[in-house]
């Protein structure tokens, strides 16, 4: 059986490696780069606590290690009629496909009028360019940080208007630090509890952060944003995510729907029409509202469980996928848990330094690992094949 998956980022390496587990399929990961970034640690760029060369591994390697194909390329086209595949190297072809090519930051930021005025606090190039901007922070200086409308992942913003704040502080500068939520309620809104955000939003305010509430990114000025209710906040450094959706590619192939994301069922993220095809990570459709690396792997668990059980009959459990955040803000951290599943809910929300060497170990060990991580302290999801 020849497998195809597109993308090496956390969904598209959990899939390989499980799938090459369990079975001796041609399996082959298309991907832009072999160089594969650990990008949650990259915050941490900002205040030297990482070098670059740690978050980085060469995927290649990794996956002839495994017996598994990696081709380096870009990929241009997705024919699901066809089973075909378009890259910047020829033509392949798949019997099952798993597409895993992410959330299409840069694509998605590129269509916020003025972004050039702003950094986005994705990519590598996105962060050294922040970093260079607050390096250079002097007094009288207001750093704003948010997302843009329907952006599916708050949780980089909080941390880095954490860091700004404690950067000001290490260095003596005095300036202002700005956070928009999308969520009237403020940090960590979204969640259902509403002891969360309360809590949340009292430890941002005690680190001298200005949430403004129920805000998002409509258009970036040279000096100001320009929220979707059309109020204002002028800033210096501007940093900005957007929202997300499938890749431009993805979706002239039909494969997603209103939603902007591939159109799969939950939680076997299989293809609503094309049987043969899988979406996972940021370019599906998830069980929760938020778009995160764990939430990408356990997607990938679910997905490739779900190919065994169909052709091999090997039974193997779900997850559900929930919300595991680990944030570092400087010289302070925290966590937020909120995993629910059909029998139970858990919920941790702390702060303290312990977090910062947390996440900087797992990062550590997922960059050692190459992703190759079974464990995700997730909870089980209950489903049975009719
Ligand atoms: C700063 C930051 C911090 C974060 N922190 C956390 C965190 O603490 N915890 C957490 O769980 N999540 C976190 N996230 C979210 C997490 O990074 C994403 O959810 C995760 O990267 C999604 O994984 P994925 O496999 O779906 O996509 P990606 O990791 O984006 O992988 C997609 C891959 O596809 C490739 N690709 C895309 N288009 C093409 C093409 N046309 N041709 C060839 N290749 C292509 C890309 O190069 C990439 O390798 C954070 C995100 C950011 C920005």
Request: hydrophobic letters at 40%; proline letters at 3%; a positive charge.
């Amino acid at each position: 059986m020849k497998i195809l998956i597109l993308g090496a980022g956390y969904a598209g390496l959990t899939a390989a490696y499980k799938l090459r587990k369990f079975t001796d399929f041609d399996i082959s990961i298309i991907s832009k780069s072999r160089i594969v970034k650990e990008n949650t640690i990259f915050p941490a760029l900002l205040t030297d606590d990482v070098k670059i060369e740690d978050t980085e591994f060469d995927a290649y390697k990794e996956a002839s290690k495994r017996k598994i194909n990696f081709v380096e390329a870009d990929i241009n086209g997705i024919f699901p009629e066809s089973n075909e595949i378009k890259t910047s190297v020829g033509k392949f072809d798949y019997d099952i496909l798993f597409i895993a090519l992410g959330g299409a930051y840069e694509e998605n930021f590129s269509k916020i009028p003025g972004h050039e005025f702003a950094f986005m606090h994705h990519t590598l190039e996105g962060f050294l360019g922040l970093k260079n901007a607050l390096d250079k922070m002097e007094d009288g200086v207001r750093v704003f940080v948010g997302n843009s409308q329907n952006s599916p992942i708050e949780g980089p913003s909080y941390q880095v208007a954490l860091i700004a704040e404690y950067l000001m502080r290490k260095k003596g500068i005095k300036g202002e630090v700005y956070l928009s939520t999308q969520s009237p309620k403020g940090v960590f809104g979204p969640i259902p509890e509403t002891w969360i955000s309360e809590a949340a939003n009292k430890y941002f305010e005690k680190r001298g952060i200005k949430i403004l509430k129920g805000k998002s990114v409509k258009e970036i000025r040279k000096d100001k944003v320009i929220f979707s209710d059309n109020t204002e906040i002028y800033a210096d450094i501007k940093s900005v995510l957007p929202t997300l959706s499938a890749p431009d590619i993805v979706k002239s192939a039909n494969l997603t729907d209103s939603s902007n994301f591939i159109n799969v069922s939950i939680p076997t993220f299989k293809h609503i029409n094309f049987k043969n095809i899988f979406g996972l990570g940021d370019s599906a459709k998830s069980m929760v509202p938020s778009k995160t690396a764990r939430g990408a792997m356990i997607s990938a668990e679910n997905a490739v469980s779900t190919l065994l059980h169909e052709v091999k009959g090997i039974d193997l459990p779900y997850y559900s996928q929930g919300i595991l955040c680990m944030m570092i803000g400087g010289d302070d951290g925290g966590i937020l848990r909120f995993d629910k599943n059909n029998n139970t809910t858990k919920i941790i929300l702390d702060f303290g330094k312990i977090y910062l060497n947390a996440k900087k170990l797992y990062s550590r060990f997922l960059v050692n690992r190459a992703f190759d991580v079974s464990y995700h302290a997730a909870l089980s999801f209950n489903y049975s094949f009719k």
